[in-house]
């Protein structure tokens, strides 16, 4: 009895600091996992909000882009109509000079004819306010339009490469950050996963410490001592004693007096 005693005590205890060590070692990785789990859905939530915050700012600039585009072509536009039209008023005016110096020559009079003709070698005045005659101030007129259409021209170009510039790294930061945040939802899942094993691993575990404790208080009444001095030990085991010699001298036939 002794030595099943020591050895069913020894193997049980060794048996609950195994279970005991399992599950505060199980313990600790569950709470690095759920903290790991934690972190990890903070940051996917920071990525999905810069990727949301790029997204909306590249509406944004999509639709200043398009105004101003817009814009500018209408004012293109509106310059190559408005050359268009000063070129055509340049050229009756020109024609018409001409043809009053002509008639000036065949007629040789004081009338309509000779006005023109001297008019088309006078400076006009009536109409430019630095003087020069109104041809010139035509000229000046379709030099700024043609002006106006070159650096909107210019500036629209401009534009539209800061713009393309823009587009372009704001895409590249959210493939980046897309690219990021798939990774961390991956890990999460994978830490999810893992948690959810180890809680199952530490339930296990506990089951069989606690079956471990179980079988510990079994064993404690029948080899362990319960609260018996040495004195108390020592007449009980000469009472046992007593009682198994006289349990030999009945097998063996011999009288009890």
């Known amino acids: 009895h002794k030595g099943y005693c020591d050895t069913e005590l020894a193997t049980n205890k060794q048996t609950r600091e195994n279970k005991a060590a399992e599950a505060e070692d199980l313990t600790a990785q569950i709470e690095k996992a759920t903290a790991d789990i934690s972190q990890l859905t ?8 810069d990727i949301a915050s790029i997204k909306g700012q590249q509406a944004d600039a999509q639709g200043i882009r398009d105004a ?4 500018n072509q209408e004012t293109i536009a509106d310059a190559k109509v408005a050359q268009a039209a000063v070129e055509k008023a340049t050229q009756v005016l020109k024609d ?6 002509d008639a000036s020559l065949l007629q040789g009079t004081n009338g309509l004819a000779s006005e023109m003709a001297q008019a088309s070698k006078a400076p006009y005045k009536g109409m430019a306010s630095g003087g020069g005659n109104l041809v010139d101030f035509l000229d000046v007129i379709l030099s700024d339009f043609a002006r106006l259409e070159s650096e909107t021209s210019t500036a629209e170009d401009n534009s539209q490469s800061a713009h393309d510039k823009f587009m372009n790294e704001a895409l590249d930061d959210v493939a980046l950050k897309s690219t990021e945040q798939e990774h ?8 999810t996963e893992l948690n959810r094993n180890l809680k199952k691993e530490l339930k296990l575990t506990h089951e069989e410490l606690d079956a471990a404790l179980k079988y510990y208080d079994e064993l404690k009444p029948s080899c362990l001592d319960q609260g018996l001095s040495y004195a108390d030990r020592v007449a009980q085991r000469e009472e046992e004693i007593k009682s198994l010699q006289e349990a030999l001298k009945i097998l063996a036939g011999e009288d009890l007096a």
């Open 184 to 191: 961390k939802e991956g890990k999460r899942d994978q830490t």
């Open 42 to 49: 903070e940051e996917i939530t920071i990525l999905a909000d």
């Open 68 to 71: 101003e585009k817009a814009k």
């Open 96 to 101: 018409f000079y001409a043809k009053a110096a």
